[in-house]
């Protein structure tokens, strides 16, 4: 039996139903209903924009969403909203939207429309559980779900080499599911709910269980290391490239990344505590760990020949520096790491619509074929342009907004070391985004260039010039009220100040 007081008070709930019911009436509707399908799709991602948006003035406005439901005794599904889960849901029903829009575009030819789109609905419902979540139980029921109904996307194409990356994929994923569970069990057999609560619940543990409570940190760090393509976790990320364009996008900008590095944060925040984390000394390894993981996507990512696995690389990369925030712990560090969740999704979303697009358009898969695209493409190749120079942290774009946090609450942090990652990283970036530029924009185009290709239709060039101008305005506009770096400023006045 739900508690709660009326439809309002249960909005977490109405937007997780609004994706599951979506998902329900495309698998309903079969491949043959096309237009029934594009409408719900279209729908749902508009009425969960729109309930997302009235749940988070009411956050805003000091109101508390709970919806609590009792499965066994001592054990409840609890969803809540909070300013965190605003962030994380506010960026993901927008994204989700823009990328139906692009995923109906590039798949109008395809087969296997329905299944897609059904999972695609799945997908997005796990991912606002795991937004929603109010504790850890709660979080990895969605957060295994997530595993699932991403997988019939990651081999949508069926191809031998997409089932055996398929194969892969569930390895690392349902194998960090269960050491995120033991982490979860220890704790319960702790006597601790694992509620996420502001501040942690768990410091009064420490004098008698902290060989324990290292332990068990460890063990959700693990566990949510594989999602958030922390190494060595991290293999399974650039191999399944092999997904079609949108799966990747939303894989890399939305859910599947974002899901690990967002349980990272609430883990840290609101199940230790930073207090807590810190006198375990797990910020410390937290931060070596996402600063090797940092330097390491980005060298791996400059060997790489084929675009899509090059950007895979820097996802590897990028992703890790909300870690690093969460790790430093001090205020301007967090506020770093948590912009960087909405401004990395921004900016890779962007740059794999383009892949898709070059591919699309003009048969592009490798870095060799980008020579002359950028004049037979300008508007893509422009948006490439934004999103390559905002994770290489050239001002004023996103990118850039998140490192100079970053590096500020370093040294807020007593931690200056990590301005030579940051400066590390920056190099790394230039070195494998400007060829690519170079190519696109100065080089002739080859023999294999396509002379007729121009720029894809508008459901292709909409959503990434949407994404693109995105990840531009919010680097220029992030003192304005209600960017995402106020909303985080917010977040970490309200909740995660020392």
Known sequence: MLTGAGIYQALPLWVLLSSLLAALLVFLAGEDRNRLRITVNLAAAVLKLLLVGVMGYGVLQGHTFLVTMPILPGLDLVLHADALTMLFTTLSALLWLVTTIYAIAYLERRPNRARFFGFFSLCVASTMGIATAGNLFTFFIFYELLTLATWPLVVHNGWPKAMAVGRMYLRYTLGGGVVLLLGIVWLAALGQSGDFVAGGTLEHLAPEHRTALIAIFLLLIGGLGVKAALVPLHGWLPSAMVAPAPVSALLHAVAVVKAGAFGVVRVVYDVFGTSLVADLQMNTVLALLASFTIIYGSVRAIAQTDLKRRLAYSTVSQVSYITLGVALGSPLATIGGLVHLVHQGLMKITLFFCAGNYAENSGIHSIDELNGIGRRMPWTTAMFTIGAFGMMGAPPLAGFVSKWYLGMGALQAGAPWV????????????????????????????????????????????????????????????????????????????????
Do not use: C, D, M
Not at 468 to 489: E, K, Q
């Open 419 to 498: 301005l030579l990652v940051l400066l590390g990283s920056t190099v790394l970036n230039a070195i494998y985004f400007l060829p690519l530029l170079h190519r696109a924009w100065f080089r002739e185009s080859g023999e294999k260039a396509i002379a007729t290709a121009g720029e894809p239709g508008p459901g292709l060039l909409v959503p990434t010039l949407l994404t693109g101008i995105s990840a531009l305005g919010v680097g220029i506009l992030a003192g304005f009220p209600l960017s995402p770096l106020s909303w985080v400023t917010f977040i970490v006045g309200q909740e995660y100040a020392p």
